[in-house]
């Protein structure tokens, strides 16, 4: 399957700054990139949906201007969380889909953020 | 919304037994994807299913689609330690994203 990485893997913040996480997909070209939030032992919870060159769809209940998504080529998509407080504290993963490949959706190895 | 459920929520097999998870919507669907994630890990990507009635194998994993395409299962054969995870369908409803099911954990005892 495609490879999709995702940087940093882990990252520490203080509360009220600002973290970016980037999602790559390495050997083929999204038209979509999803952004998922996970929290222990749960589902994953889908923030946002971006298309190369356009604004993201967010889903019910998540805050634009709180988590801005940004998708500038077909290989790249990223989510900063803007003024992060320690409720944001989690585990997000994206993933890269193309209609050219049946949809199927490729998963980052994840980022896990934790707000002090 | 999308209401996805699936069952069971947690498996406990001894290794050489099946399992067997379902994944039931409360809408008709346009297709189903099923994803493992082992713990620690990231989701990977198994199977898509498109038609109804649709049956699928990859080794020891069958995947079905139901007749009214609103539910669908995945079984496995004589499961084995590397079998541990949990099993997530994703649905679409003619629409660009997937919704995740809660997911069923698998552990399997040597």
């Known amino acids: 399957g495609a490879v999709v990485s995702q940087h940093p893997s882990r990252v520490i913040c203080k509360s009220g700054t600002s973290v970016k996480i980037e999602c790559r997909s390495l050997?083929?070209?999204?038209?979509?990139m999803f952004w998922y939030r996970q929290f222990p032992k749960q589902s994953l919870m889908l923030m946002a949906t971006?298309?190369?060159?356009?604004?993201?769809?967010?889903e019910q209940g998540v805050e634009k201007d709180k988590f801005l998504i940004n998708h500038a080529s077909l290989t790249l998509s990223t989510l900063t969380v803007t003024s992060a407080h320690p409720e944001d504290s989690s585990f997000y993963i994206c993933?890269?889909?193309?209609?050219?490949?049946?949809?199927?959706?490729?998963f980052g190895p994840g980022t896990r953020l934790t707000v002090t | 919304g999308q209401q996805v459920m699936q069952i069971p929520q947690y498996q406990h097999v001894q290794e050489g037994e099946d399992f067997t998870t379902y994944c039931n919507s409360s809408?008709?669907?346009?297709?189903i994807q099923w994803y493992k994630q082992r713990p620690g890990g990231h989701p990977v990507f198994l199977i898509q299913?498109?038609?109804?009635?649709e049956v699928k194998k990859q080794k020891r994993l069958t995947f079905q689609f139901g007749e009214a395409k609103k539910n669908s299962s995945l079984h496995i054969t004589a499961t084995q330690t590397t079998d541990v995870g949990t099993y997530f369908c994703?649905?679409?409803?003619?629409?660009?994203?997937?919704?995740f099911g809660p997911g069923t954990r698998l552990s399997v005892l040597p």
């Open positions: 993933s890269a889909s193309s209609w050219l490949a049946g949809y199927e959706q490729y």
């Open positions: 050997d083929f070209q999204a038209t979509t």
């Open positions: 971006s298309n190369e060159g356009s604004k993201a769809t967010y």
């Open positions: 809408t008709t669907l346009s297709n």
């Open positions: 299913l498109v038609k109804s009635g």
């Open positions: 994703a649905v679409n409803n003619y629409g660009q994203n997937f919704v």
